[in-house]
């Protein structure tokens, strides 16, 4: 079957989608990969964490999710009560493919003695098997709260857990996933950036290799780049993320230079995520139109990952006891 169509375009398009979320009551969140277009229609735009919480807050009837399916996922898990849409249902995550929740359940029940500390980027039903959910930028805070003898599996980003494990000095199970863009970056390309600009320095995000976190002179989430870029002296940043994340650095700082860290052929473009480039202006108006593709979890499973879900935002915030942080039995 072929997907719906719409013959609108341009500022009728952009104006219709305005009048839908008007009609809908609804939201509309973006994560920093979407593409500009999007991010300057969203009510929201950020990373993970900030989106997952303007989720659980939002008044509104309807939650427009332009990102991919976990982030939309993780929105219905923490506001079931509210219609939740994606504008692609294919949207879905390198990371989240690489962790299937059977493998994931065998390997969890192979070591009983650790506590699944799981990325956020992964399914409702790995979710429901982990004890806390983590984002890039609450993942060290919330590991620095656990037991120091506590063992610990970490999935389903090796790259993401790796950074941590040296960072905090925690011996961690890592399970072997990777998220595809970030692992696009090259070393012998970024060094050649680098030499080119003396005095940039490199902002990456913890999903990017250790040969390439190794380079830079901050490492964080998408937000915390941003924020880097802001309090940063100089006038020059290499960003080694998703570039879509530059525009935001454009409209807020519009004086500075943001240059995308480079993939094996010398630019960026093999950088940008395809999974978050499937939602489109016009998959948005036909979702906010139809209300459709709609996000549906069975309740049983929905509160399961909710546990961890609450785990992570409790961590956050810092309103969780060590004695509350045990395994799930």
């Not at 919330?142 to 494990?165: E, M």
């Not at 395809?274 to 549906?296: G, I, S, W």
Request: charged share 25%.
């Amino acid at each position: 079957m072929n997907a719906p169509t719409t013959k609108l375009a341009g500022p009728e398009l952009i104006n219709e989608i305005k009048r839908l979320k008007q009609e809908r009551n609804a939201i509309i969140l973006a994560h920093y990969y979407q593409a500009p277009a999007i991010q300057d229609l969203a009510d929201y735009v950020g990373d993970s964490l900030e989106l997952s919480k303007k989720a659980q807050a939002t008044d509104a009837e309807v939650i427009v999710f332009c990102g991919v399916r976990f982030m939309a996922e993780t929105a219905k898990i923490l506001s079931p009560e509210k219609i939740v849409v994606l504008p692609d249902m294919d949207a879905g995550c390198s990371l989240e493919d690489s962790c299937p929740p059977d493998q994931f359940k065998a390997f969890r029940e192979q070591h009983p003695d650790h506590i699944a500390l799981t990325y956020i980027n992964c399914s409702t039903e790995v979710k429901a098997l982990s004890d806390i959910i983590v984002t890039s930028s609450s993942a060290e805070k919330i590991l620095d709260q656990l037991p120091k003898d506590q063992k610990i599996i970490f999935g389903p980003d090796r790259h993401l857990g790796g950074y941590l494990a040296r960072k905090t000095g925690r011996d961690m199970l890592l399970w072997p996933g990777v998220c595809i863009v970030h692992e696009a970056f090259s070393e012998t390309e970024l060094v050649k950036l680098k030499a080119q600009h003396p005095d940039a320095p490199i902002a990456a995000h913890p999903e990017c290799p250790a040969h390439i976190v190794a380079h830079a002179d901050y490492v964080g989430s998408t937000s915390g780049i941003l924020q880097f870029a802001k309090d940063m002296p100089g006038d020059t940043l290499i960003v080694a993320t998703e570039p879509h994340i530059i525009h935001q650095m454009e409209k807020a700082m519009p004086d500075k230079t943001f240059i995308g860290a480079p993939g094996a052929d010398g630019n960026c473009n093999c950088n940008i995520c395809p999974f978050m480039a499937m939602n489109t202006l016009e998959k948005l108006y036909l979702c906010l139109r139809d209300l459709t593709p709609q996000v549906h979890i069975e309740e049983s499973l929905r509160l399961e990952a909710k546990k961890s879900l609450d785990r992570m935002l409790d961590l956050a915030s810092g309103t969780v006891g060590q004695g509350d942080l045990g395994a799930r039995t």
